[in-house]
C-alpha cells in the first residue's frame, strides 16, 4: 500500500530534551516536506527536500532540523525543544511531474512540550 | 509573496443544498492551486488541483474547484452536499517561478447537517 508513515504518532516531552520525528515514503517520491498545523494558522511548512541531499526552509524553519540521507526518508530534528513547538506535524511526499506536485500526508504527529 | 486567504472559519449547510468554500490567492507567477480536506485525527487528502487548462476543475466525492484570475479566485463545491463532507478543508498555492515552497489557508471547518 503506498502511504507515508510517521512515529511517534504522540509524544510528550519535556523542553531542551533532544527528539527525532521519523517519516518514511513507499512511492519513490522525490519530494518530501514537514508541516505544523496549529488552530487558526492552517499549515505551515517547516522544511522540504527535492531530493536526496536537498533542504530548503519553508516559513517556519527556526528550532528544526532535517536530513535527507536516503530518498525514502525525512526525519524531523527538534535539537532543544521548546513549549511553543508543541503541535501536530504532518509529513509529505510528492513527485514533481513536470515542476507541479501533489502532496500525501502521514497521519500526523501530535507533541506536547512540557 | 505567495498567500492564501480563507475567509470563512466555518461553513454551514444543509444536507442536500449546494456548499461553497471560499479561497483567494496572492502569487508572483502564475499559480498551482490545490483543495486538500482533513478528516477528524486523519492527515490531509487531496482533493483536486489547477495547474492550467479548463477554469473549472473536477475532483474527488463530487467536488469540483472554479478558477477564477482576475478574482484570484479558487473555490471549491459541490452540487448536493453529504453529512459526510463535514471535515476541514484547506486551500494550497504555490507559484511557477521555481520554488516548491507551498502555502496553505488556515482551512474552513464545513458543517453538513442532515
Known amino acids: 500500500e503506498a502511504q507515508v508513515t510517521q512515529n511517534p504518532r504522540y509524544l510528550i516531552t519535556v523542553t531542551g530534551k533532544k527528539l527525532t520525528v521519523t517519516c518514511s515514503q513507499n512511492?519513490?517520491?522525490?519530494?518530501m516536506s514537514w508541516y505544523r498545523q496549529d488552530p487558526g494558522l492552517g499549515l505551515r511548512q517547516i522544511y522540504y527536500?527535492?531530493?536526496?541531499?536537498?533542504?530548503d526552509k519553508g516559513d517556519v524553519p527556526e528550532g528544526y532540523k532535517v536530513s535527507r540521507k536516503e530518498k525514502r526518508n525525512f526525519p524531523l530534528i527538534l535539537e532543544s525543544p521548546s513549549p511553543n513547538q508543541t503541535s501536530l506535524y504532518f509529513c509529505?511526499?510528492?513527485?514533481?511531474?513536470?515542476?507541479?506536485?501533489?502532496?500525501?500526508f502521514g497521519p500526523g504527529t501530535r507533541l506536547t512540550v512540557l | 509573496a505567495q498567500s492564501v486567504a480563507q475567509p470563512e472559519d466555518q461553513v454551514n449547510v444543509a444536507e442536500g443544498n449546494p456548499l461553497t468554500v471560499k479561497c483567494t490567492y496572492s502569487v508572483s507567477g502564475n499559480p498551482y492551486l490545490f483543495w486538500y480536506v482533513q478528516y477528524p485525527n486523519r492527515g490531509l487528502q487531496f482533493l483536486l488541483k489547477y495547474i492550467t487548462g479548463d477554469n473549472l476543475v473536477k475532483g474527488s466525492y463530487g467536488f469540483e474547484a472554479e478558477f477564477n484570475k482576475s478574482q484570484t479566485s479558487f473555490h471549491l463545491k459541490k452540487p448536493s452536499a453529504l453529512v459526510s463532507d463535514s471535515a476541514l478543508y484547506f486551500c494550497a498555492v504555490r507559484d511557477d517561478t521555481g520554488g516548491f515552497k507551498t502555502i496553505f489557508g488556515a482551512g474552513t471547518r464545513l458543517f453538513v447537517k442532515a
Open positions: 512511492m519513490n517520491h522525490e519530494y
Open positions: 509529505a511526499s510528492g513527485a514533481p511531474g513536470g515542476g507541479v506536485n501533489t502532496q500525501y
Open positions: 527536500s527535492m531530493n536526496v541531499e536537498v533542504t
